[in-house]
């Protein structure tokens, strides 16, 4: 979706502009498939729009193909179904788990009112201790994160939180133990969700128009050259690239590149998910947006509803989910073994989502190689080396792989548009080759 915006915000009257994308259609993981009545997306595609900008731009590409949604997230541990966020709702639990959690934000707020001392640069397990305290770690963010990021909680640091991590009063947490939720929280309580067609007529409506060449894989950067090598056999010149392509990606087809960015590129972490798409013969099965689930009795972190989004990408009278599991890159679980999906039927009965007698109608596996980037102590500084590098060799690598960064859609189309006003700004007329991989 970056790539297409840098495209779409680029002047076509000034600018000579190419999207090339290796798929059928646009999007990357911002794409939908239908299947036998039921449209999926690659997990979760919600908007969370913050900008008047982006608003605009939502309401000019879809019009009235839009819902707004309220969101109902809850988090399934210790058997029980509490509210989303986790640190705020804690009503509900086992009572030794409420008091554990509030103590210890208690204690917490004590020792590290200062805010030097939760600077999201520490280790992960540090910051949320001192912001969350030993409870709320304890039994929520230390085993969802873990299970997330498939990373030693010591080892990747707290940069990325920032408005994902709701960071709670005092007062807030003591009212959210004692009874349900009065009140929101959270950069997502609202979100924008396609009426008809997944997150697809989104991509496809910002790439109307473009030239945009399809079924057209990057096999190499010739970055001293500024020449691309398609997988047609062809080689096209550029003058600027923008690449919303995983960056590791990115690098692997760019030859000899210099010990530091090598040694850079190394420092590079993230980890991987499957998709699980599942149709069900039932309505209704939740009335919930996602559920978390922290616990390692499950093998999925979160499954989400579609249906209850907008009604009309399942078929009457049934119901639809996605199911991701995490898993290190080189860890992959075996997918096609009856074991790993009856597992996963197991767990989700378990979780009374689905019941014995369900009939699943559809169950599509879709594997994401680069899902979450790890935010390690060494990524700033190699991101750093590797964008001056880019940057210096007209390359803008964008979006939420393209920039190694754990983001959301309206900052990839924010992402876009000033790579389009950065190539705009340093050349008024250039050939500039969009890579949508």
Known sequence: MAG??????????????????KSDCVGGTARSIEIKGFTFDITGHLLHLHFDYTKELIKKLLGDNIYTCVRKASIHSNGIQTEYPFQVNTFGLPQTVIQECVEGFKEAVQKYSD???????LPFEDWSTRTFGKGIHKHFMKPYNEKLWQTDLKVMTA?????????????????????????????????????????????????????????????????????????DGTVRDYDSLVSSIPMMELLKKMPNLPKDIQTAM?????????????????????????????????RFYRVGFPMNFTPHVVPEGCSS???????????????????????IRKDLETAKILKPTDKILVCDLIPIRYAYVVYTAERKSAMEQITKFFWENSIQSI???????????????????????KISASSPASVSPSLSQ
């Open 399 to 421: 979006g939420r792989y393209g920039g190694w960064k754990y983001s959301f859609m309206e900052e990839a189309i924010m992402d876009g548009k000033k790579a389009a006003e």
């Open 159 to 231: 940069e990325w939180c920032g408005m994902f991590v709701p960071q709670p009063k005092l007062e807030d947490v003591i009212a959210g133990s004692q009874k349900p939720p009065s009140k929101d929280y959270g950069y997502n309580a609202t979100f924008l969700y396609p009426k008809r067609g997944g997150i697809q007529v989104l991509s496809e409506a910002l790439g109307k128009g473009l030239p945009v060449q399809l079924n057209t894989a990057v096999e190499g950067v010739l970055w001293r050259e500024k020449k691309i090598k398609l997988s």
């Open 115 to 121: 805010p030097e001392l939760r600077k999201t640069s």
């Open 321 to 343: 989910m996605y199911v991701e599991v995490a898993y290190p890159p080189d860890q992959a679980p075996d997918f096609k073994s009856p074991a790993f999906m009856e597992r």
């Open 4 to 21: 297409l915006s840098a495209a779409y915000h680029l002047d076509a009257q000034t600018h000579e502009v190419s999207v090339l994308e």
């Open 266 to 298: 190394a420092q590079l972490r993230w980890t991987s998910v499957l998709c699980i798409n599942i149709g069900v013969d039932r309505a209704n099965i939740s009335d919930r947006s996602w559920i978390y689930f922290p616990e390692n009795q499950f």
